[in-house]
């Protein structure tokens, strides 16, 4: 079985402040893992995937798995950062992705 | 491309009556996938189709609840009779099927049933 934990409901960080969404994962063979992004009332939007080891709009996720978590950084949060963010694990050769509870993150003045 | 494609936006229904969620997935997309997103519960998956082919409904909640997929660019969610409980946005997804991607949502069907 495949799980994502996010252990936050809400995250509530002052601009200019880093930024560390956690996420952790169960799954007993090699995962792929994303952050997906929700601004208020639109569509979900890929942001990140492991595979790619991207940086996109300042934010970064290094898949760990001794750890086995994959957390979403930035150094510096930007008001327009206050959204929704969910973890999501791909496993098993299969195209279904199981997503975590959400964190919303608030930045604020 | 226009995207993923939902329909109606908004609903507003009374218990008891039926309800029907459409989506247009990317053309081309393979996999089309629903999601229920609630607070409590973040986002569930119903069901997902690969190639028009329903793969995994263990996520549908019950018998009053049904998906087809007829050709490559619709599928249909139904809900008969709605309840309340089943007040929730509906997302449905599409991918391309290559490991290397994710899902690419519509705007969502937000359902409210009073």
């Known amino acids: 079985a495949q799980r994502v934990t996010q252990p936050e409901k809400l995250l509530s960080v002052f601009k200019g402040a880093p930024v560390e969404l956690k996420c952790n994962y169960s799954y007993s063979g090699s995962p792929e893992l994303f952050w997906y992004v929700q601004y208020s009332r639109q569509r979900l939007q890929l942001l990140l995937r492991h595979i790619s080891r991207e940086s996109i709009k300042g934010f970064t996720a290094d898949l760990n798995k001794g750890e086995t978590s994959f957390h979403l950084k930035k150094p510096f949060a930007q008001e327009e950062d206050s959204a929704m963010y969910y973890c999501a694990l791909r496993g098993g050769g299969g195209n279904k992705l199981t997503f975590g509870t959400g964190t919303q993150l608030k930045v604020e003045l | 491309d226009a995207g993923v494609i939902q329909s109606p936006r908004h609903e507003v229904t009374e218990m008891g009556q039926e309800v029907t969620l459409r989506c247009k997935p990317i053309s081309g997309h393979n996999s089309l996938f629903w999601y229920r997103q609630t607070m409590m519960r973040g986002l569930e998956l119903l069901i997902y189709?690969?190639?028009?082919?329903?793969?995994?409904d263990s996520g549908m909640p019950e018998d009053r609840f049904s998906a087809k997929m007829p050709n490559a660019s619709f599928s249909t969610l139904k809900i008969q009779p709605s309840e309340p409980r089943d007040s929730a946005v509906y997302f449905c997804?599409?991918?391309?099927?290559?490991?290397?991607?994710?899902?690419?949502f519509g705007s969502g069907t937000r359902l409210t049933v009073v």
């Open positions: 189709f690969n190639n028009n082919v329903p793969i995994d």
């Open positions: 997804a599409s991918s391309g099927g290559s490991s290397n991607y994710g899902y690419t």
